[in-house]
């Protein structure tokens, strides 16, 4: 319990990387180079704001590895956003890239602001000169930013016009997550999501439940959390809860997504959805139901409220929502936690899927898109689970092992070791 209390999500990181090594048996040069990003870059820029004030933001960009491939992961935007957290998002994404098979190691980036507070135009002009400040160490062959927390398409089109008048031509490889008619891919709005539902139906088909009917609450209402209701509703499942940052909404008797994305729409939040009751966010992890779908924040399920969590499946469409002590408590307890790394890959796959549309200047269909990503997290979670029977480990535990392995398989390859 003590151990949890004093990590922070970087140590959280390295502790699992860790964990992976020893189990596998690696030689310690391994660890020594994964327990730390390669590249860390902390910016600092002004940016003139509506009312002629002028704002300094800090931003940063950490670059893990690029021992399978140029660095590949979001910017977040957010008021608690620091350097440890991007360190410790950088490295989830290497091997969330590595569960997968991408040709990617990790990156990722942020900025510590409130575009809550922000009007469109100083948002523009933020991501402009954080582009500016990084632009040195990005680039298609170098390291290829995505959206994540609050940021969007639009932010992405803002942040590749900027790099392209940099390098001074139109260079849509260098970011993903754009909008379509700047060289976006088809699917990638609902990739996450997507991908997230078909790791549960896979560990369903599993464990013999059976997803019609099944009760699921989802941890955070927003693109990937309010997706990944309609999909899974869409093969027969109930929606009894939901939440975002201003409330929560509970009915047992199931809501429809798209009418709670509706209603989200119109008033700013999922709180006071027709026909549910006000619940706590602990509440709804609290819940009793088949399946929890944890799409916030980090650090969500931990030792002060896992004894209440009653899922039997948990998928992680967050990253990191469940700590260490937690993770224990629930494999313990028979409780299969699909992990961040296998279970919110759907996002950087279709990321890739732009990358290599957008290299070739050739577009797949969204059938085709959702096809190709549908075969590759199949493929990925049977990858995992078989080393999770095997061995007897969790899926978090095999989902490291498979991804620490082919990284280190890489750095062998190339001399490091």
Known sequence: MMLEKTLNTYEIAKKQIADACDALGLEPAIYEQ??????????????????????????????HTDALGPCK??????????ADEVKALSMWMTFKCATLGLPYGGGKGGIRCNVKEMSQGEIQQMSRAFTDAISPIIGPEKDIPAPEVYTNPQIIAWMTDEFSKLVGHWTP???????????????????TARGCVFIIREAARRLGIELKGATVAVEGFGNAGSFAARFIEGLGARIVACNDSKGAAHNPCGMSAAALSEFKLKTGTVRGFPGSRDITSDDLL??????????ALENRITSKNVSGVRAKIIGEAANGPTTPEADRVLYERGVMVLPDILASAGGVTVSYFEWVQNLMNLYWSEEEVNSRLERMMTQAFESVYDLHRTRGVSMRDAA???AVNRVALAMRARGWI
């Open 286 to 295: 609290n819940l009793d139901c088949d399946i929890l779908i944890p799409a």
């Open 173 to 191: 490889g260098a970011l993903t997550g754009k909008p379509l008619i700047l060289g976006g891919s088809a699917g990638r709005n609902t990739a």
């Open 34 to 63: 994964l327990k730390q990003p390669k590249r860390f870059l902390e910016v600092s820029f002004p940016v003139k704001m509506d009312d002629g004030s002028v704002e300094v933001f800090t931003g940063w960009r950490s670059q």
């Open 73 to 82: 992961g979001g910017m977040r935007f957010h008021p608690d956003t620091n």
């Open 400 to 402: 490291y092992m498979n």
